[in-house]
T-cell receptor, first 111, second 115 residues
């Protein structure tokens, strides 16, 4: 089973700041997904990346998949309080049919 | 479309008791997953069903956990007997396809506290 390491574990910033969170593994993913989870709710899919080097943008969120498909990053521009939540990356092991989740980055954006 | 429904939302039991969780996936979704999320951690897969067949249960503690998906729709997850370390949120998710790259639609989970 792949181990997905996310960093930082916690991040508290002011509204309007930029931030980047990382998801790393020593193994290769066939695809990777990012989810956001709010307290008391299940994770909600933000994006799926499949191709090495791929960059996807979702409004103020930019997702990048590493060239070697071993890592990914999520950059948020001008963070807002509504961005507060637990950000989870999830990779698909080439030998499995279900996602393996990282431990998450807990983001708090102060107004 | 209606989302993934789970019940109950909360459950408190004593150790060595039994408990069951129920999940109703999105209509038409063939694949159903049960994940365990311990506080401060990401979800960990317990079992994956494709229709009513088990695809992956390699991380299910089979001495105490069991799950079934009768008729390929609803699913139940049971713990018997519960241990303190089973305290967690149990998340059910469904997806329309069997490939792991298809998006997962999660329910809001059942928060289990074992005392």
């Amino acid at each position: 089973t792949q181990l997905l390491e996310q960093s930082p574990q916690f991040l508290s910033i002011q509204e309007g700041e930029n931030l980047t969170v990382y998801c790393n593994s020593s193994s290769v993913f066939s695809s990777l997904q990012w989810y956001r989870q709010e307290p008391g709710e299940g994770p909600v899919l933000l994006v799926t990346v499949v191709t090495g080097g791929e960059v996807k943008k979702l409004k103020r969120l930019t997702f990048q998949f590493g060239d070697a498909r071993k890592d990914s990053s999520l950059h948020i521009t001008a963070a807002q309080p509504g961005d507060t939540g637990l950000y989870l990356c999830a990779g698909l092991d080439t030998g499995r049919r279900a996602l393996t989740f990282g431990s998450g980055t807990r983001l708090q954006v102060q107004p | 479309e209606a989302g993934v429904a789970q019940s109950p939302r909360y459950k408190i039991i004593e150790k060595r008791q039994s408990v069951a969780f129920w999940c109703n996936p999105i209509s038409g979704h063939a694949t159903l997953y049960w994940y365990q999320q311990i506080l401060g951690q990401g979800p960990k897969l317990l079992i994956q069903f494709q229709n009513n067949g088990v695809v992956d249960d390699s991380q299910l503690p089979k001495d105490r956990f069991s799950a079934e998906r009768l008729k390929g729709v609803d699913s139940t997850l049971k713990i018997q007997p519960a241990k303190l370390e089973d305290s967690a949120v149990y998340l059910c998710a469904s997806s329309p396809l069997s490939t792991g790259s298809s998006p997962l639609h999660f329910g809001n989970g059942t928060r289990l506290t074992v005392t």
